[in-house]
């Protein structure tokens, strides 16, 4: 799609990306406690009603996209479990073209069930005594192809240690989230993949790759999901750090809402690259555009 005038390209798109915290709702620390935004609900119904897909992609890897999905459809949003992404769902992209087979999974279910699910044997990297290690049904440490960071607030020294010798191994390094922060109700909380994956790369010194947003690794999981290509697509997103230059990044259309992390003025000093094609309110204004193009 060419780069022309953001509401002509919003008028051609073949898709949407929609952020979730931020964007749509906004929830607690734990990611629960979900409400929508205003504008959430209907901007969705329309544009479902009009025959344009949308996927919503969270960095957040608290839940199984299914989970999100269910919890989603709970407060309103009328969508089927296949339209909800999560760092997961990339990764499992990523793995499986890459035929990695076994993967250390820093995170709890909603990270590891997924991987599972596709087949890749998730290994742990806690004490085979420890909650988190029956909770995510993970097998004791072996061998790794990579290892996977994501929510983890019980995060431990004996896992840190382990991460660093499956990369010491020849594991390869993936975080979900390399943003220190996520929207939350009443302002922001923070991340832990990016804490984590700095404290095993810091010793390692191995390379870091990101499998949820901002990379494009990301935006074609969602491509792939809404059977589009990567520029047909607007992405919508409150995360100067996420949604804007991840949308750049496939030559999407980067469309920023004010109701998250970003303010008004969060785009000013940014170059081209990675300023939005266009700028609302929140996505009740971004309707009220849309009815009328």
């Known amino acids: 799609m060419a780069d022309t005038d953001p509401l002509s390209r919003l008028r051609d798109v073949r898709g949407f990306v929609f952020d979730m915290d931020g964007t749509l709702v906004l929830g607690d620390r734990r990611n629960h406690r979900l409400r929508p935004l205003p504008g959430a609900l209907e901007i969705t119904r329309w544009v479902a009603g009009r025959g344009v897909p949308f996927v919503i992609f969270t960095n957040g890897t608290t839940r199984t996209p299914a989970h999100y999905a269910q919890v989603m459809r709970e407060i309103g949003f009328d969508m089927p479990d296949g339209a909800m992404l999560t760092p997961a769902s990339s990764a499992v992209r990523v793995f499986t ?6 993967v250390m999974v820093l995170g709890g279910p909603g990270l590891a069930e997924p991987l599972c699910e596709a087949g890749i044997e998730v290994l742990s990297a806690e004490p085979a005594a420890s909650g988190a290690s029956r909770a995510t049904g993970a097998s004791r440490p072996g061998k790794a192809d990579a290892v996977l960071v994501g929510w983890y607030p019980e995060f431990t020294m004996p ?27 009443g302002g922001r909380a923070l991340g832990t993949s990016r804490a984590i994956s ?9 390379r870091l790759q990101v499998v949820g947003k901002p990379s494009l690794s990301a935006l074609r999981s969602a491509a792939d999901r809404l ?28 469309i920023a809402v004010g109701t998250g992390l970003g303010g008004a003025d969060s785009y000013d000093e940014r170059p081209a690259s ?13 309707l009220t555009i849309m009815e009328t193009i």
């Open 159 to 185: 896992a840190l240690e382990a991460a660093c010798h499956a990369v010491w191994a020849g594991a390869e390094l993936y975080s979900c989230s390399e943003t220190p922060f996520f929207a939350v109700d």
């Open 198 to 206: 700095a404290m095993i790369k810091s010793l390692t010194g191995c």
């Open 274 to 286: 990675r300023r939005p094609h266009l700028r609302v309110r929140g996505v009740d204004e971004l």
């Open 97 to 102: 073209r890459r035929r990695y087979r076994r």
């Open 227 to 254: 059977g589009a290509r990567t520029a047909q697509l607007a992405v919508v997103g409150d995360d100067p750090q996420l949604e804007v230059p991840m949308a750049h990044r496939g030559h999407s259309l980067a």
